[in-house]
């Protein structure tokens, strides 16, 4: 049964910067479409960006483009999330997802990890 399991969240300064990690086991990551994904306190959980599997990188969250950076490592089987000048508003449950075989993200993600928080706040 494929696994994936995020780390890297944490509190930071509104302005500052994390690095998101979502490790895959059980599952082969390369080929598949991936996505992080986030809920807010008190909202749904919403779709933040997306790579496909050629590589193309689509962004679901406008307030994110050009601050959120999405990446692959197929070696190690692992995707990051790089999140530079966090404000308040970015504070959520940050998922990872992977989509099966052939499916697209965002809306035929097949393995979700168990999220991890992050929160911006001085």
């Known amino acids: 049964q494929g696994q994936l399991v995020e780390s890297g969240g944490g509190l930071v300064q509104p302005g500052g910067s994390l690095r998101l990690s979502c490790a895959a086991s059980?599952?082969?990551?390369?080929?598949?479409?991936i996505g992080w994904f986030r809920q807010a306190p008190g909202k749904e959980r919403e779709g933040v960006l997306c790579?496909?599997?050629?590589?193309?990188?689509?962004y679901y969250a406008a307030s994110v483009k050009d601050r959120f950076t999405i990446s692959r490592d197929n070696v190690k089987n692992t995707v990051y999330l790089q999140m530079d000048s966090l404000e308040p508003d970015d504070t959520a449950v940050y998922y990872c997802?992977?989509?099966?075989?052939?499916?697209?993200?965002?809306?035929?993600?097949?393995?979700w990890g168990k999220g991890t928080l992050v929160t911006v706040s001085s």
């Open positions: 997802a992977a989509a099966g075989y052939g499916w697209s993200c965002p809306d035929a993600m097949a393995y």
């Open positions: 059980g599952l082969i990551l390369d080929g598949r479409d």
């Open positions: 790579l496909s599997r050629i590589g193309r990188t689509t």
